[in-house]
């Protein structure tokens, strides 16, 4: 057997790959669980390995430190939201209503995971991952939104930045509890007013009921 | 002389204090100089401490790091800036006028002072100083516009989260070049639909022309 052939064999790499994909999720899944239940400060590689079953030199196999790995539950926990939130939302015909129940979904993130919410606005680069998260989803609706002739954009990147920016802080503000848990009603509203819907308009449509949602849905 | 009428005199103290006020002030004024020329990355404490014609060592007595003094230096200017946009601001009959002006000129922030507006948008903890340094004078407008009826506005302080951090945002926007120098008009224009100022009104308004202004006026 030729050096040629053992590296045209995928059998053996094949194995190895999948072992080293399942580890690599067991710690994410674990490092997630911790995170939820107790927050990341107190987070320890050596209760992320044993949650996960494996051993603590492992680890640095997948993750270079404890801020890595955090950071790869966040985007995880921020694509799986997004995706759950962006595809119910894009169901809505009417994209105030899709832009409506978005925005009010992710602010009640802060509500539904606490200690991820809490790390999540912790975290250095975190609004740039929040941010390309929903991304697609957002642009997706503020394009239909302008091209119907529903909203009012001269411009989709500057629109799509300060909605962005806008719901992160104010997910930080109810968590740091400056900002009152109703902020959704009228952030909403506000949002849709600043996309050219019509203010009795926004305001029924920023109140109406939301249909319920399993965040991890997507993940 | 007792130990006691030492401490209470406060002939020397009064010098010394005046000394280190002097030398802390010219250290931020030479990083300032330093930051506007070359940007932030290559600062060093010894070209700092060479503007400031200090010895290297007396650097330390002032601040801790040179990420201190950058911070420093940014919170300066942001005071700065905000104490001038935010005082002309104010001297606008009309809120919606007020809210216009200084959206826009803050995002010109990108143009006048790039290189100190690109240290600002890379230092940890930047936003909460932008958000801060704004927010006397953007509370005042946006409750001056309540309580005339002028705005719509349920929740001040999700407002004032939003509004400071769609600013920001739109600032590291610009300086990145995803957003187009246009955006101060198509964003004053959003915003103030959002406070619930007419769609033609809130068009007009923040297409007029903005009156000059010195940043650095107040500092």
Same mark, same amino acid.
């Given at each position: 057997m030729t050096d040629q052939d053992a590296v045209a064999d995928p059998e053996p790499l094949g194995r190895r790959e999948r072992r080293k994909i399942e580890a690599r999720r067991r710690l994410l899944s674990a490092a997630r669980r911790l995170i939820a239940?107790? *927050?990341g400060e107190e987070l320890r590689i050596g209760d992320i390995t044993?949650?996960?079953d494996l051993g603590f030199g492992t680890f640095y196999n997948y993750f270079e430190s404890k801020d890595a790995i955090v950071e790869a539950v966040l985007a995880d926990v921020l694509a799986s939201a997004a995706t759950a939130i962006g595809s119910r939302a894009l169901e809505f015909e009417d994209p105030a209503e899709t832009a /409506? !129940?978005?925005? @009010?979904r992710f602010l009640r993130f %802060?509500?539904?995971?606490?200690?991820?919410?809490? =790390?999540l606005t912790q975290l250095v680069g975190a609004e740039d991952l929040f941010e390309s998260s929903l991304l697609p989803y957002a642009r997706k609706t503020l394009e239909r939104g302008r091209d /119907? *002739? @529903? !909203?009012l954009i001269d411009? +989709?990147?500057?629109?799509?930045?300060? +909605?962005?920016? %806008?719901? !992160?802080?104010? +997910?930080? #503000? =109810?968590? /740091? *509890?400056? +900002? #009152?848990?109703?902020?959704? !009603?009228? *952030?909403?509203e506000m949002m849709l007013r600043g996309f050219g819907v019509g203010f009795d308009e926004a305001r029924e449509i920023a109140h109406r009921d939301l249909p319920s949602l399993d965040l991890r849905a997507g993940a």
């Open positions: 239940e107790q *927050g044993a949650a996960a /409506s !129940f978005s925005y @009010r %802060a509500h539904d995971e606490p200690e991820l919410a809490a =790390v /119907s *002739g @529903r !909203f411009d +989709i990147e500057l629109c799509l930045t300060s +909605i962005a920016a %806008a719901a !992160f802080a104010a +997910i930080k #503000g =109810v968590l /740091s *509890g400056r +900002i #009152g848990p109703d902020a959704e !009603f009228s *952030g909403a």
